[in-house]
Structure formats: C-alpha cells, structure tokens
C-alpha cells in the first residue's frame, strides 16, 4: 500500500527528472499524470496509484514547494469535479483512457449540457431526443441551457431522452458529445454582472457514435446521479483554509475599515464567520467520508450552505462599504474562462453569489434531497412518477 513517504519519494523522483524551471507546464502535467501523481485514488495507469484520497495532499504540498505548474482548475473544474467521477465509473476502458489524461492536464475543457429550458429544478423531463441510426450511433435533437464553459469546451457530458415511452427517469441515456461536432451551436447568456460564462446550446442533428454512450441505455438518470452528487460537493465542498473564500474578504474590510464598522454589523459578521467555520469544519469531514467511497447526497447540505453563506457574506460586504460597495464599474459582455470571486469586486461577489442558489441544483431541490435521502422523510407526493413521458403536460 502506497503511504506518504512513497508518495514523497515518487514526487521528487518526478521534480528530479522534469524540473519545472525548465520543463514546459503542459509536459510536466503530462509527466505528473503518467506517474500516478494526478489524482492518486484513481486507479494505476489513469493518473493515480490506487491511494487512499487524502494522500493527494502530500503530493500537491511538495509540488506547490518546487513552483510546479498547476492544471487550473478554476478552468477545467466541469472536468474534474463531474466528468472525471463519471467517467471513472461508468467509462469503458476505451473511454478512460482517451478521456481522462488530456481531461485533467488542461488540454481539453469540457462542459455539462444536463439543463433545458423546460427541464431545469425537474432535470429528467427534459426533452432532448436522441434516436439510434441503423448504424448504431445516435442523432441528437434539443436544447440545453445554463451551460458554464461550452464556448471554451472540447466535449460535454449530455443528457438525452431515447424512449419516450417509459417514465421520465427510466428513458434517459447519458452521451459524451463531441462540441465541435456540426450541428452543434453555442450562443452566450449575458448574466447580471455582464459576464457571459453561461450559454445556451442547440443541438441539431448531432451525430454521436455509440462509443460515447456512458452506461447502459436508458440508464441516464443512474450515471446522472454520480455526476450531480459530486457536482455538488465540487461546488460546495472544495477546501478553503480558514477565513477564506468570502469571509475573508469581508473580515479583511473590517480590519482594514474601523470607521465602517457599526454594532449590528458586527454582529452579522460574527454570525457569518461562524457560519464559514462550521461549513469548512463540515467539508472537511464530508472529504474524510469521500476517503471511503463515492459522493452521496450528502453533498447537498454542503453546497445549499455555500450559497446561503455567499449571498450572506457579499451582501454584508456591500453593505459595509455603503456607496463603495456598489460600485461596479465593467459591464462589457467577458467571456470569462473561469468565475473569479477573489479578483473582482465587493459589487461584482454580490451580484454573482446571486446564481449560487441556483447553479448546481437549486436550493429547493436541495431541500428536499436532505429531507428524502439524507434524513428519511416522507417523500413528497409524485403523480407522474410511473406515467410515460410523452403523456406528460409540458
């Protein structure tokens, strides 16, 4: 079994052969991939070594200490905290291999085309269809919307309906869609920051072969649930030291700004900061129950937390800085490669932690996956849970 000393020792074995001062980031990330150094809890051969997942920190310690470069993650995070997972357990050998290396060094981004524009909070009512040609592959009609990354994405994990005849949840099959395939168009969503991270993509006539199916077909919803239960933690669950993220920003304006600073609002500062240490407290035990398994509803608690704290927090931060808070001087349409919370402004953080109970799962789902699936609550009542799609109201 792999422990820290072997990890370190595999490490510097890496450093002493691909020197990053002299070495160019992509053939080091290339480097650190084939050496199982990736994401050590994968398997050998597919960037890891079969380590238990908290050993990754002891890897990525002595990397960040030699200035080696990173796969900016902020980037390719669809990649890595949904596709991956997926990939890893539903992909074929095949689809592994092809998938996984150039996923996680950066080469090829990739984006989640699940949302339609009548299927959002109620994602498997969504209506893309795909059809099986006589030669076995499929064509893909629909639309998807909310895309994060598809004008930057190489592929995208697609949900699409392929027997319209069953329920909603039992007639869906999940594609790797190629997003320069033709037929495929990607058009920008100008958001309230005036950012246009989010897209809308139509798909027409999208020829995807059926080596790009992820699991059995019809079993969609199935590989679905991987993808979104770690989209979740992904969203919410990321580590952040203390007194960082937003919280941070706003404690910083309190040290920084004494004439700002009024009873009530320190008090709401104090409420806030709690709020942060007990979310981080608990990212860090939802990791330690990663260690043993795959993500479970659980990630719902965390990332429904993230939100509320994000609006919380950049709202007292606007406030604290009054006219200063409100300022947001750059409304010109960006086609951002990544959200930047920490690089922009008090006014930017405020009106972009509006999405966060929305992005992700809405917090009202969310809700009702802790009550059903996390504390066993009755389920709601759902009369269309055993009716034919095509018999659904829409």
Known sequence: MTDPDELRRRTRALLAEHDPATTEPLDFLRARYDAGLAWVHFPHGLGGLGAPRP???VVDAELAAAGAPGN????I???LGMAAPTILRYGTEEQKVRFLRPLWTGEEVWCQLFSEPGAGSDLAALATRAVRGAGGDWVVNGQKVWTSSAHNARWGILLARTDPDAPKHRGITYFVCDMTAPGVEVRPLRQI???A??????????RIPDRHRLGAVGEGWKVA????????????GGRVPREGGMVGKVAAVWRERPELRTHGLHQRLLSGWVGAEVARLAGERLRQQLAAGHPGPEGAGTKLAFARLAQELSGLEVELLGEEGL????WTMRRPEAVDFTGRGAGYRYLRAKGNSIEGGTSEILRTIIAERVLGLPAEPRTDKDVPWKELAR
């Open 327 to 330: 300022a947001y001087d750059d």
């Open 197 to 206: 991270e989010f897209n809308e993509v139509f798909l027409t006539d999208v």
């Open 225 to 236: 649930r991987t993808t979104l239960d770690n989209e979740r933690v992904s969203i919410g």
């Open 193 to 195: 920051t005036g950012e």
């Open 72 to 75: 900016d993650p902020g980037r």
């Open 77 to 79: 995070g669809i990649g």
């Open 55 to 57: 050993l990754q920190a």
